[in-house]
């Protein structure tokens, strides 16, 4: 248990072992310092872990959301503690160096809370974060300390808006190639850049950022309705409020995130992804995560799940909405309750408030409203299947990602323009090098290549913004952002870095994209594709030292997530 009664009736909390004997004066001295009374040592120590920066809209408006926080918790008889984590925002690192910390920083961040919570022994964890990979590195921590946590989406960005279209940060992009190309006037490349991002909050698509938080929503490690609010609402506030008082509940009857995080849950939360048209990233951060819960998950159970998983909203980047249209239709819970009164969704797994499910969607009804076109009835759905496909064949052995809805034709044979880095690829896109029919290879952009896996945002916008997002297939062993959509394939595994077939690709090598047999073909013969393999050469890596070198080193492959710590028993 994480408190006990002591001799003296009172709780006793796991920091009390860091406050409490006369051998813990000092302690308590240097408590006292930072505004501890004599009647908080007896209370437990709630960490509040905030991503706070004022480096982008993403994270700039959590700040007042911690302070929320601390007076909420403060309220029920906690002692907040506040810290901070850093945050990587791919939106302003996008096509830069500086991308390949993206994915990195899901390890510092789930490494730095853990530090702190750990060392200063705190009986629970709220977490607040905005942006992609603010979450997975979050949940990633609570779940390797397995002590009482709610995690607080940090919330929303609001539409921005010109000439009567909403915009996203992904509008921003795809102008880019659509002014390259002579098909957009300098007044609207201009208006699209000054106006797409109109508030604090995260992008506001389906993209990472939102489908991380919905599924976390469906896991039921935050609160309802709280994964899809849009940061500057007031009511974005009021449920990190209620999240630190059911947090402050969960402490005393123990609620962990490993009772949480399960095999059950996290189908759920696929589920989720699935039903919502969620981001590839997905898949990289959900077998992370159910590697710090101790859960068997694989590539191909998202397969598994997608056969089964109806698409049921029409949201961008392939839709036609954003998530604030989503959540005034009913957000998380009214599709919950659709995949559970159709049976994909499991009624029975606890949630940090304490109820199941099932129970805190008993009142939502089993359909959409009528008023409403972003949620779809379960027998009228936009795809009948899953929109994440895992591909496999002689390019990706051991499996890659597929975001195959929105696209009109899901098949494509091309020769190989080969690329050994995005920014190789977006120099001939930019330079009309690259035309229909062609399948792009970026290389070399994986875990260990990158290293850091970056996204491949602005080379898939500029193709989408000239016109051939439904003529050229890209394939790489870096990543998409949730922004992206076409005939795109990222995770490649093995990546090049390591020896993968993607690295043994030739110009102008036939390659087949087949998103309906789930194959992705090099077109040449086994003995052809021996000899590439015995001439090949391991590059030098582009980094040797600091956190981008101590990644490269210690990352494993996309298929097992990419995270840092699976193979450190093999040295």
């Known amino acids: 248990m994480s408190s006990e009664t002591s001799g003296g009736g009172k709780p006793r909390y796991r920091s009390n072992t860091i406050t409490q004997s006369v051998a813990r004066a000092p302690n308590r001295a240097m408590l006292r310092a930072v505004g501890f009374g004599e009647d908080d040592f007896d209370k437990p120590i709630i960490g509040v872990a905030s991503g706070h920066s004022t480096m982008n809209p993403c994270n700039a408006g959590i700040g007042a959301l911690a302070e929320r926080a601390i007076e909420a918790l403060a309220e029920v008889g906690a002692k907040p503690q506040l810290f ?37 022994f705190m009986d629970g964890v709220l977490a607040i974060g905005g942006c992609d990979k603010n979450m997975p590195g979050a949940l990633i921590a609570l779940l390797r300390m397995n002590v009482p946590a709610v995690f607080c989406y940090g ?11 909403n915009l996203t940060i992904v509008s921003a992009f795809e102008a880019v190639g659509a002014y390259s190309a002579g098909k957009m006037e300098k007044e609207d490349y201009d208006g699209i850049e000054r106006n797409a991002c109109p508030s604090f909050g995260a992008c506001g698509g389906m993209f990472t950022a939102n489908t991380m938080s919905s599924a976390f929503e469906a896991m039921g490690v935050s609160l309802p309705y709280s994964s899809t609010m849009a940061n500057p609402d007031p009511e974005k506030a009021d449920s990190v409020a209620e999240s630190a008082r059911a947090l402050r509940k969960a402490v005393d009857m123990n609620i962990r995130p490993r009772d949480l995080v399960t095999r059950k849950s996290i189908e759920n939360a696929v589920a989720v992804i699935m039903a919502t048209g969620g981001s590839t990233n997905a ?42 249209e989503f959540h005034e239709a009913g957000g998380v819970p009214q599709v919950m309750k659709i995949l559970l009164a159709n049976g994909l969704l499991h009624g029975d797994c606890p949630t940090i408030t304490g109820a ?30 899953g929109h994440l496909a895992i591909l496999k064949g002689n390019l990706s052995p051991l499996g890659c990602v597929a975001k195959i809805t929105g696209i009109k034709h899901p098949v494509i044979t091309g020769p190989a323009r080969v690329f050994d880095s995005e920014d190789e690829a977006m120099e001939a896109i930019l330079a009309d090098k690259i035309g229909a029919g062609d399948v792009l290879i970026i290389r070399y952009e994986g875990p260990k290549g990158g290293p850091g896996m970056r996204e491949m945002l602005a080379p898939t916008s500029a193709i989408i913004g000239k016109g051939l997002g439904e003529s050229v297939g890209f394939i790489t062993d870096g990543r998409f952002s949730g922004g992206t959509w076409g005939m795109v394939v990222g995770h490649v595994a093995p990546e090049a870095a390591v020896g993968g077939p993607i690295a043994l690709v030739e110009e102008g090598d036939q390659v087949t994209i087949d998103a309906k047999a789930l194959k992705i073909e090099l077109h040449i013969d086994d003995a052809e594709l021996e000899r590439r393999r015995a001439n090949w050469q391991p590059r030098p890596p582009r980094y040797t030292s600091g956190v981008l070198g101590k990644y490269a080193r210690l990352a494993v ?15």
């Open 557 to 571: 492959g996309a298929e097992r997530g990419a995270v840092t710590d699976a193979d450190l028993d093999k040295g």
């Open 356 to 385: 199941t499910l099932g129970e805190l969607l008993a009142d939502i009804p089993e359909q959409p409203r009528p008023n409403q076109e972003v949620i779809r009835a379960f027998d009228n759905p936009m795809y009948a299947e």
């Open 283 to 324: 898949v990289l951060h959900f077998l992370a995560i159910a590697h710090a819960a101790g859960v068997e998950w694989t590539i191909d159970d998202f397969e598994r799940m997608r056969k089964k998983v109806p698409v049921l909203c029409d949201l961008k980047p392939s839709g036609r909405f954003v998530v604030t």
């Open 155 to 165: 919330g929303t960005i609001k539409p921005g808006r010109w000439k009567g279209q």
């Open 84 to 120: 901070g984590f850093p945050t990587v925002t791919d939106g302003i690192s996008m096509g830069t160096e500086g991308m390949k910390y993206s994915l990195v920083s899901r390890e510092v961040i789930a490494d730095a809370i853990e530090t702190a919570a750990q060392s200063q």
